[in-house]
């Protein structure tokens, strides 16, 4: 069982930057794949990008690709979200996601979810 816990949302300019966080706890976090998952309102739940659980290998929607940026630190059980360039099209509830294998990248592979955090960027 995994518990997950995101933060560093906010409010942000266009073509500022935020880093999001995803904090675990729960037994053997580290050898859990890590996705990160946004919705914005009237939408549905999309993939933004997704980690192993080395980290060697890393994994991003096209939309996103060369501006958010995904790490983790198992030492920490805490894997990050760095987001550059923001565009108001990222303003959505962003939400951490992990499970023990990467079958595909979508949101129905991932059994353990956090609560989100909001991030707005105003154009």
């Known amino acids: 069982q995994v518990q997950l816990v995101e933060s560093g949302g906010g409010l942000v300019q266009a073509g500022g930057s935020l880093r999001l966080s995803c904090a675990a706890s729960?037994?053997?976090?580290?050898?859990?794949?890590v996705g990160w998952f946004r919705q914005a309102q009237g939408k549905e739940r999309e993939f933004v990008a997704a980690?192993?659980?080395?980290?060697?290998?890393?994994y991003y929607a096209d939309s996103v690709k060369g501006r958010f940026t995904i790490s983790r630190d198992n030492a920490k059980n805490t894997v990050y979200l760095q987001m550059n360039s923001l565009k108001s099209e990222d303003t959505a509830g962003y939400y951490c996601?992990?499970?023990?294998?990467?079958?595909?990248?979508?949101?129905?592979?991932?059994?353990?979810w956090g609560q989100g955090t909001q991030v707005t960027v105003s154009s």
């Open positions: 980690i192993t659980w080395s980290g060697d290998s890393t």
């Open positions: 996601a992990a499970d023990r294998r990467l079958t595909e990248l979508s949101s129905k592979s991932f059994d353990y």
């Open positions: 729960g037994r053997s976090f580290s050898s859990y794949v």
